[in-house]
């Protein structure tokens, strides 16, 4: 079984390299620098008189609110305790003993561990020198015993998108589910949610915990064609959501100036590092910049920052040739990015 | 696939009655009448600045103060998104397609839902005229296909326990997972925590959702034996309980005050509904009391208490012979109990 890696924590590291935790600086989970809007935290404290209370089973009003936030009717939306949730739901509806999941490398490595829990057994294509999918090898990857198809789009941890047609291509090419994760899409200038309700085959996941800061309170949704509700719901484990993560989720939404305010930080803040970073950087459409610190190993250059206390993610145990070369960098605030980018040029001096 | 039936909720009801939501008595998921308590509140409000980040992987501070309120070593503490969670990482641990999973009937309906979902087999068992788990029957219903055995204790709907001797003797007999699920626990005179610590195929299931009043926020646990910690986290979905969840659980813990209360409620209205109650019930030591509305169906006793704005749970979707006979009344406030009491018995005159 695939073992999952998880971005450090700032206690784990104050506490392993003896450095107060208010001067650590996080940017290894890609979690959003200006914290929770304002509107979520009042409606969460407005809401504490209902916890003893089961949260609603299908989360029918936060459904209901991401449908009109997405433009489609709200039978098309599924939730789940983070994208992680949803990920293991369509897992448990498609996924057999010995059935196939295609999987492009490197990407977010969830994929392979919630497809092989359920038996499944995780089929990897390497992307091309640009990171990009290649789709014809793909195609030719999908067999019979293929049920899940995983797209990241832009991809974690290498930033780039993939296109709509390449991805109506696939779908179009095969009956496995194609999932186009799209967790960071917010961030993006295009998104393909219009897909989920073209192809029967097609799922768009979504998640709260980037664009919207709420990765502490687990709200993951996908788009799905309309036909999966019902399905959907029988392996779905009821009260996924909890009851503070439908009322943040909702909060979230109505803040419209939060997100622009989000947005504004990321693309300024990725702009300043894809131009200021010592390494070769890759272009990104996410909240986080990947570099390749060549000739250098990812394990030594993040291993030197986070003695400085600054938590970055070492791409190493991502599945695929090279990535203990790739690091990927979260995109903070203006003062975080300076110090990371001071941190990099002060590595190449030392070395 | 076996559907899950939820307990109805009050939203639901006053729209299909036209009853004010207000007005509704929700005795049918087994909540904490009292709510959530005062110093979980504070906790909450105290800790909103940090839900943009995710939540700790293992949960290891609410598991240390799990372990120190069950009396534990912490590696024998595993957590999940409500008992549910628990339930559904341990079935990925432990059940293959093919699998048998021993369900003595009537019992919480999600064992049966978990198993399936991985391709596992549901064998029921039929419980005894006073709803006992006959034991004998049970061991002789083990075949080497068994993987898992379920046994709920306080029992959900019927509100009886187990023996200790009887749970130990079945642990003893075979190398299944004995599944002790005690969510009703705190309100029993005893409890078999300790077996999880003594056998190595004895895990004992536990939530928050009952005593401690946290339904809506989705925390539950287990007491597993120390080798099971590394095997549970290689299919666990990292970040399952959620980052107020955790907050929300230790603070639960520290209010002894407020569990107290709780208690004294839920024994003391126990007590009074299994007098008054005009209906056959049986002993309980659950914070519910079950009765037997023969010669009536539980349908027409419960539509017909729905429609005084009265929620209580209708056994008939439970697997089992004769559970369209039976209905499950949680306690409530005393004031909700007289409501109940007086309902039934104006049923009985009228029918």
Request: hydrophobic share 40%.
């Amino acid at each position: 079984m695939p073992k999952y890696v998880p971005g450090k924590f700032a206690e784990e590291i104050a506490r392993e390299y003896g450095i107060e935790e208010s001067d650590i600086i996080k940017l290894g989970s890609n979690e959003n620098p200006l914290g929770v809007s304002p509107l979520v935290s009042k409606a969460i404290c407005k809401n504490l008189d209902t916890l003893n209370i089961y949260p609603p089973i299908d989360a029918a009003d936060l459904r209901k609110a991401i449908a009109e936030y997405i433009g489609v009717p709200f039978r098309h939306i599924l939730v789940g305790n983070g994208v992680d949730g949803v990920l293991d739901t369509l897992a448990r509806l498609f996924i057999n003993e010995g059935d196939e999941a295609v999987i492009p490398t490197p990407t977010f490595s969830f994929y392979q561990l919630s497809a092989s829990i359920l038996g499944g057994k995780p089929v990897f294509l390497p992307r091309d020198a640009n990171f990009d999918v290649q789709v014809d090898k793909l195609l030719e990857t999908i067999s019979e015993r293929t049920k899940m198809i995983y797209l990241c789009t832009p991809n974690n941890p290498t930033g780039n998108m993939m296109r709509e047609e390449d991805i109506g291509r696939i779908a179009e090419s095969t009956d496995a589910m194609v999932i186009v994760d799209e967790a960071y899409v917010e961030f993006a200038d295009k998104n393909v949610a219009h897909l989920a309700t073209k192809y029967d085959n097609v799922v768009v996941t979504r998640t709260f915990s980037k664009a919207f800061g709420l990765a502490g309170l687990r709200v993951g949704y996908c788009i799905a064609p309309e036909w999966m509700y019902s399905e959907y719901m029988k392996v779905y484990q009821p009260f996924s959501v909890n009851r503070l993560g439908v009322i943040a989720g909702m909060a979230a939404l109505r803040d419209k100036e939060h997100l622009e305010r989000t947005l504004k930080v990321v693309r300024e803040g990725r702009t300043y590092l894809i131009e200021n970073l010592p390494f070769r950087t890759y272009p990104s459409q996410a909240n986080f910049v990947m570099i390749n610190v060549e000739p250098y190993t990812s394990g030594e250059v993040t291993e030197y920052l986070l003695r400085r206390g600054i938590i970055v993610r070492d791409c190493a145990s991502f599945t695929g040739e090279g990535t203990d070369r790739l690091i990927r960098i979260t995109v903070g605030t203006m003062g975080q990015n300076r110090v990371v980018v001071e941190a990099l040029k002060a590595f190449l001096e030392e070395h």
